[in-house]
């Protein structure tokens, strides 16, 4: 009797070839968060559920797995932020600040296995984390790295930007009276587009009676719209002016960083959008989404922004902090299943080494490893089968690059069929 | 209220410094991995309970974790072996034979945390798996594996091989009769330094009435010897002579390579230990153990062998196979607290920019852009605080470069103190 082999639903599993182009995206991430000076930081996938759950309610709540041992309950982490900020509040005696940190780890969350929605997947995130204050510079960091990992997977992308503490500020500057919570407008805002055209104007009316004033300043689109739309209503409200200070930051940071390319990538890659507004509760500065242009209806496949306090369940100390996060998992499978992107043609090594007959498998053994001492990726057919079942084996590979060890080592190449004489 | 920050019991989290070193670790193995040819594979942390635990009883299915979700029982990973056969079971019609593959993860166990034992631990596993046969030309694939991460390691080891039908065959050829199981007197050789010397000799002399042979047998450290022996006694079960050729192979591959060595590393590295037989229900052919020379009470840190068939819980299909598994979370605790390894020095930037004054901001930036499109890793200091927290910044971040942005650039050694203008 044997039990079927069978993995969950929600759950990835590539097959070898997809794992190389997954790795190979993850690469990507992890190498640019490492030369933009992030540390890495590697927490346990089980923690205490008291503390990974200490702030944590609602509908997250529900997701997370957890069971118990003996007396200890435990659970599963379902994002990499609630355990950075148990580690500073556990840790900040010794970090140095600002701590830029980098998790690229699997999180988990037992929700509905929609289209695209998966129970295991991978976050990508980076952090900066002051102790008591961070300054809006570092914001600004963020577009170039985002812009810098997906120019390097070729993918046709927005950085969408906005600012919290603009959009407050808009709306104590027009809203009806002071009844009126920001909070309330944002979210109507965030709901315009699931929502009737005439639906919004009349519940927006009721917020902001001047609509089109409103309309005029969610389309706006860039700095210089901004700048004008602020003089010619002369708003001098407080949390606008700050937010548009720190947009005016964030911005002037990607032109600088442009004016040393010769593209002009990130002027072209980084819009204001004014309309966008994610992560209420959590986010109080500038925000970024990222959204696939050719697939925008994917929502957004990296996102973040400022928080005011990251470790306020832990600890009294103030960190703030700002960061982005790259859903890895989903974006793949956005790459095949909508973009569908093609396995890459890099094959998992660089050379097969197949012996001519079996009195040349040791010298078959020697030649790999002078190529792995070269660095190369190298196997070896070992087995005691015809040289047909070895080229076989080669295809099965996909390798492109075949050497034969007879008297003499002949370079195959696997696409041409071109064969030459190869010295080592 | 804030809730306590912590980790539970027998979870390791390191410090920034020591994540680095964890990560050269990681990434010796995992070059060295790629470099022989291993497909990487990526398997769920989450499995089906029932598929995980098909053949799992007695200790481990006490260790497991487990948890339901609706009518789904599920558990956690226990280690990297039962789910590559469970991937090889559902892939095979479209897998590459012999199929390579490392997998270097988290694994799972709630077992009592006495020193050195972790409940949450990576394992570092290669395995190559034949359809139906696999030439035991690939057995000899490893202790070249195993000396070559140890080596780049700088760790003083040696590497202990040997064969389970060898060791089958010499209690068929020597025991008392044929009521003797082989599987009992290897057990008792396993124990003998738990046991005391005379108790030993007078259980095994139950099985083996010549003691002395095999007290002589378990002694032998070299082929040579082991050929001497298998003379002087006239052995010809066949149990005994299809081991002796399989070790013979494995030892001819490390002489093989060894031969395009300066140093004979492989041949001091690797040792015949015929009384080594882990795994006793598991293992059937070759048996690879590695201890570490200055602390050999620790045990093994990369253990493994061959065996007959991977996944008979889930198929009828044959998978013989060979691998071995590194205990990386164990060997760097090893490496920390008994072997005193101070963590490296190397910093997780190459350089950092600090700008001289908040006029130098932007400019700093610049110089950081291009220094990372030369690859390098680069952190900016960009809060407005004055030049002495800047250089207290570098001090906690224990880099070895600064570069200070004035009119000029300066870069700065934070070891000697020297200082040199630099151009871009």
Redesign the interface.
């Given at each position: 009797m044997?039990?079927?082999?069978?993995?969950?639903k929600g759950?990835?599993?590539?097959?070898?070839s997809d794992?190389?182009l997954?790795?190979n995206l993850m690469n990507i991430i992890e190498t640019t968060y490492?030369?933009?000076?992030?540390?890495?930081?590697?927490?346990?996938?089980?923690?205490?559920e008291?503390?990974l759950l200490?702030k944590t309610g609602g509908d997250t709540n529900k997701e997370v797995?957890?069971?118990s041992?003996g007396d200890?309950k435990?659970a599963?982490r379902f994002d990499l932020t609630v355990p950075l900020?148990?580690?500073v509040?556990?840790?900040h005696k010794?970090?140095?600040?600002?701590f830029?940190?980098y998790q690229i780890d699997?999180v988990?969350r037992?929700e509905n296995t929609q289209r695209g929605r998966f129970?295991?997947f991978y976050q990508c995130d980076i952090d900066i984390i002051?102790s008591e204050?961070?300054?809006v510079?570092?914001d600004a960091?963020f577009p170039?790295i985002i812009c810098e990992i997906f120019e390097l997977m070729n993918l046709n992308f927005q950085i969408q930007i906005n600012n919290r503490k603009l959009l407050v500020g808009f709306v104590e500057q027009f809203r009806k009276d002071e009844s009126v919570n920001p909070i309330d407008v944002i979210n109507l805002i965030d709901k315009r587009n699931k929502i009737k055209a005439n639906e919004f104007q009349t519940r927006m009316t009721e917020y902001i009676p001047a609509f089109e004033v409103l309309n005029e300043f969610i389309s706006i689109s860039d700095m210089r719209g901004l700048f004008e739309f602020t003089s010619r209503f002369e708003i001098t409200n407080p949390n606008y002016m700050i937010g548009l200070h720190e947009l005016e930051i964030v911005f002037?940071?990607i032109t600088?960083?442009e004016?040393?390319d010769c593209v002009l990538k990130h002027s072209v890659r980084s819009k204001l959008n004014l309309s966008i507004s994610r992560g209420l509760d959590y986010y109080t500065g500038t925000i970024y989404e990222t959204i696939l242009l050719d697939s925008p209806e994917c929502g957004s496949i990296c996102s973040g922004g400022r928080y005011d306090n990251l470790?306020?369940?832990?600890?009294?100390s103030k960190f703030p902090g700002v960061g982005i996060s790259i859903g890895l998992t989903r974006l793949f499978d956005i790459l095949k299943s909508k973009l569908k992107v093609e396995s890459t043609d890099n094959c998992?090594?660089d050379f097969?080494v197949i012996p001519f007959d079996d009195s040349k498998?040791?010298e078959a053994?020697?030649v790999a490893?002078?190529l792995?001492s070269q660095?190369?990726?190298?196997?070896?057919v070992?087995?005691?089968i015809n040289l047909k079942s070895k080229f076989k084996?080669a295809n099965?590979?996909k390798v492109n690059r075949v050497i034969i060890v007879n008297s003499d080592l002949q370079l195959k190449d696997m696409k041409t069929g071109e064969q030459l004489e190869f010295r080592l």
């Open positions: 044997t039990t079927k082999p069978r993995i969950l759950f990835m599993e590539l097959s070898p794992q190389i997954f790795d490492k030369k933009y000076g992030f540390y890495h930081l590697n927490t346990p996938v089980i923690e205490c008291e503390v200490a797995y957890r069971f041992r200890t435990m599963l900020a148990r580690y509040a556990m840790n010794s970090l140095p600040f600002p830029k940190r699997k988990f037992g129970r295991e002051g204050t961070l300054d510079a570092y960091e170039n002037s940071e600088n960083q004016r040393s470790a306020s369940a832990y600890t009294n998992h090594i097969l498998i040791n053994g020697r490893k002078e792995r660095n190369f990726k190298v196997d070896v070992k087995e005691h084996y099965k590979l």
